[in-house]
């Protein structure tokens, strides 16, 4: 779902940006411009944010390449 809104904002960025480029924006086009930046990188800094806690949670459940090693050392 993240992704999908992350690639309509993106989509939608790049529309008024080619309107900016081709005719240039007015000032209630320039704010719709930058609500949408500002939403894309919203959704962007929450799924870095998801994906930090997926990664966090992968690592306490499996541990890591050092995790046997240290615990086959701890236990002797």
Do not use: P
Not at 17 to 37: A, P, Q, Y
Not at 46 to 69: C, H, I, P, R, T
Request: with cysteine; aromatic share 12%.
């Amino acid at each position: 779902m993240i992704d999908h809104n992350i690639g309509e904002k993106q989509k939608e960025v790049e529309k008024w940006d080619r309107i900016d480029d081709t005719f240039g924006l007015e000032d209630n086009e320039i704010i719709k411009r930058n609500r949408c930046s500002a939403e894309l990188l919203r959704y962007a800094n929450w799924k870095e944010n998801l994906m930090f806690q997926k990664a966090k949670v992968k690592w306490l459940l499996e541990g890591d390449v050092n995790s046997g090693y240290f615990h086959g050392w701890v236990n002797k």
